[in-house]
């Protein structure tokens, strides 16, 4: 099983909503980040879990909460958004974390996230 | 990590080759080329990777260059499945981060 499954795969949700989008890999990967990708443009890095510990935060806003609650599993909880935060949201997973020898990382499908 | 360049788009006829070229004069000796593709709407999906010998696997090529400032990714027989943006990228060094480039949009036409 070499897949990364992301729900839900559309979103809707008003700027004084809470919600989360959730990732799962089954590949034993130690490591999974969270990507946000606009409309035309490259994905960009937000956060980076290695061993179930936040290893990289991008500067990212508080208001994205990212979460990992056991190896396999990956939240982004969201609060008060702001419009311009609709975007792509990507989850990918990797066998080891970055380091000497870089493991290609599995991307999911994606979450489509409108803020309204 | 190097910053890459790629041409923004190209085009291939159905069956033939696609040489998708990419510039990265900065890389560093521990740095990986790594190329993903993203299919429109789907997550990006990797393709291959190479340090510094020529790789192969079975959906392309990796020519790398001696001096390892460019390379190349063949397709050798694209499908207009194949149409995708494609990204070379830098990967390791001191960031280990993939950071994605602007990619190069590959249309294969019939």
């Known amino acids: 099983d070499t897949e990364v499954t992301q729900t839900p795969k559309h979103l809707v949700m008003g700027m004084t909503n809470k919600k989360s989008l959730k990732c799962e890999q089954h590949?034993?990967?130690?490591?999974m980040y969270w990507y946000k990708q606009k409309a035309k443009k490259p994905p960009e890095l937000m956060f980076v879990?290695?061993?179930?510990?936040?290893?990289i935060n991008e500067s990212v806003p508080s208001r994205f909460s990212p979460e990992c609650p056991n190896s396999s599993l990956l939240n982004l909880h969201l609060h008060a958004l702001q419009p311009e935060d609709s975007a792509l949201y990507l989850c990918?997973?990797?066998?080891?974390?970055?380091?000497?020898?870089?493991?290609?990382?599995?991307f999911g499908p994606g979450t489509r996230l409108t803020v309204t | 990590d190097a910053k890459t360049t790629q041409p923004p788009s190209m085009d291939c006829a159905e069956g033939r080759a696609a040489n998708l070229p990419c510039n990265h004069s900065?890389?560093?000796?521990?740095?990986?080329v790594y190329w993903y593709r993203q299919i429109h709407s789907q997550g990006p999906q990797y393709i291959i990777h190479?340090?510094?010998n020529n790789e192969t696997n079975e959906m392309a090529s990796l020519i790398i260059t001696e001096d390892r400032k460019s390379s190349t990714l063949i397709l050798p027989h694209a499908t207009l499945r194949d149409t995708a943006v494609y990204y070379c990228?830098?990967?390791?060094?001191?960031?280990?981060?993939?950071?994605f480039g602007t990619g190069t949009l590959l249309a294969v036409q019939p």
């Open positions: 900065t890389i560093s000796g521990n740095e990986y």
């Open positions: 990228i830098a990967y390791g060094g001191a960031t280990n981060k993939l950071i």
């Open positions: 879990y290695s061993y179930e510990k936040l290893s």
């Open positions: 590949m034993g990967h130690r490591a």
């Open positions: 190479g340090l510094k």
């Open positions: 990918a997973s990797s066998q080891q974390p970055p380091g000497t020898v870089n493991y290609e990382q599995y």
